[in-house]
């Protein structure tokens, strides 16, 4: 295929697609409920109350991505304990029932806004906590994991109101897409599109280094993830792919911890400088993106001691003229 001249068969311009690319480096912000129940993957048994920081600072998340020279930002508003972070009118469990009612959501894009960081939302589509009748990857195992038609619903509207109540968004991450069915997917696909057209959407291929792309799993999508590894070594990141008989340029996007785990976790060892400049640097020679996880504690506040980490990359990369 002639690079110079395709322009693939994607929703999106090249344009657009590289104007995208042109951002990265980002932060994945990995906070709720799973920050005070200490797992991961939460059971979403918990009460809303126990959602409960004590000096919640939103800009402070935003103000360290910018000054760290992240020009995105990708706020996890729903993760697999189901409990959402801006009061949704689907469920009674949200921020406004919880220990702190503040809508995370409204304060994380007017921060981004102000700070002149595109603002991005990350959706679970794992829910521990609304089943309808589901079977997640809790209960059984992962590839035999599905959802009904009424959590789907449920999903739908939620995703509505994220793309409809809170302005402009660049970006929309949809993870565990493969517990959704393919048309189901086109679907949501093209009701995000039609809701925030000029928005990137990301269905999470998960764990690879981005060489193998499963289309039952993951397709429709803009971009594709490259979860806790990096572009392959060989080929870097291929934007080119066929897709069933089409041509489509897709990017990158690396995404991985600051430390080794995604939410806070009190003792969590953060990578080390040499480490965290050895990510970004792959990443962006081999052609994508790097979305850097950087989680906030349990009093609502990124840690000094990531900071501080964030601060000497950024100042490392300012003596290899990347900055």
């Not at 951002?23 to 939460?42: A, V």
């Not at 009701?191 to 429709?220: C, Y």
Request: glycine share 8%; aromatic share 12%; with cysteine.
């Amino acid at each position: 295929m002639d690079n110079k001249t395709a322009q693939g068969a994607q929703r999106l311009s090249l344009a657009q697609l590289q104007a995208w690319e042109a951002l990265g480096y980002g932060m994945f912000i990995h906070f709720g409920m799973s920050t005070y129940d200490g797992e991961e993957l939460s059971k979403g048994d918990k009460p809303s109350s126990l959602y409960a920081p004590d000096q919640l600072d939103v800009d402070q998340w935003v103000s360290v991505a910018r000054d760290a020279g992240m020009r995105y930002a990708v706020l996890t508003t729903k993760h697999v304990a189901g409990h959402a972070l801006w009061p949704s009118q689907y469920t009674d469990y949200h921020v406004g029932t919880s220990g702190n009612t503040t809508d995370v959501v409204e304060a994380f894009v007017k921060a981004c806004d102000q700070r002149g960081v595109m603002p991005g939302f990350y959706y679970c589509s794992w829910d521990n906590h609304h089943l309808y009748g589901s079977k997640t990857p809790s209960m059984i195992p992962f590839g035999e994991a599905f959802t009904t038609a009424e959590y789907r619903e449920f999903q739908w509207n939620q995703v509505t109101e994220l793309l409809t109540q809170y302005g402009k968004i660049g970006e929309v991450w949809i993870d565990i897409p493969m517990v959704l069915p393919r048309d189901y997917r086109h679907k949501l696909y093209d009701h995000i599109a039609t809701l925030q057209p000029e928005a990137i959407i990301m269905m999470n291929h998960g764990i690879g280094d981005g060489s193998r792309f499963n289309i039952a799993k993951v397709w429709p999508c803009d971009i594709i993830a490259i979860e806790r590894f990096l572009p392959n070594s060989h080929t870097g990141h291929v934007r080119w792919r066929e897709i069933e008989g089409q041509q489509y340029y897709m990017p990158g996007e690396v995404c991985d911890p600051i430390g080794k785990e995604w939410f806070y976790v009190e003792g969590d060892t953060l990578r080390s400088d040499a480490e965290l400049l050895g990510m970004y640097l792959t990443s962006r020679t081999r052609d994508a993106n790097l979305l850097l996880d950087v989680p906030p504690d349990k009093h609502g506040r990124i840690p000094q001691t990531s900071i501080d980490a964030l601060m000497r990359l950024r100042k490392n990369l300012d003596l290899l003229g990347m900055g």
